[in-house]
């Protein structure tokens, strides 16, 4: 299984970014995926899920300004990421199963 993300950057607090994960080599379809972030000095958590049928959860901090989807066709994994605050700041890992992407930078900016 591979997972390519792309999509991190740098933005203004109240900007947004929209995050891509292309999956390859498992039923993509099939499994719940996940996004996570660390921040420098923390450790990684957990951010917001998308399940096989499409039921999705998320931190609460980050409810109501981000939206996880997934396009089965396309096998990928979005985030998008509105309403941007400096705390967003980490790098974002997206999951399945055992398996995670390599991670993509997201920096808000005061």
């Known amino acids: 299984v591979q997972l390519q993300a792309s999509g991190g950057g740098s933005v203004q607090a109240g900007g947004s970014l929209r995050l891509s994960c292309k999956a390859s080599g498992t039923n993509f379809r099939l499994f719940g995926m996940d996004w996570y972030r660390q921040a420098p000095g923390n450790q990684r958590e957990w951010v917001a899920t998308?399940?096989?049928?499409?039921?999705?959860t998320y931190l609460d901090s980050v409810r109501g300004r981000f939206t996880i989807s997934r396009d089965n066709i396309r096998r990928t994994l979005y985030l998008q990421m509105d309403s941007l605050k400096p705390e967003d700041t980490a790098v974002y890992y997206c999951?399945?199963?055992?398996?995670w992407g390599q991670g993509t930078l997201v920096t808000v900016s005061s």
């Open positions: 999951h399945i199963l055992s398996y």
């Open positions: 998308v399940s096989s049928s499409g039921t999705t």
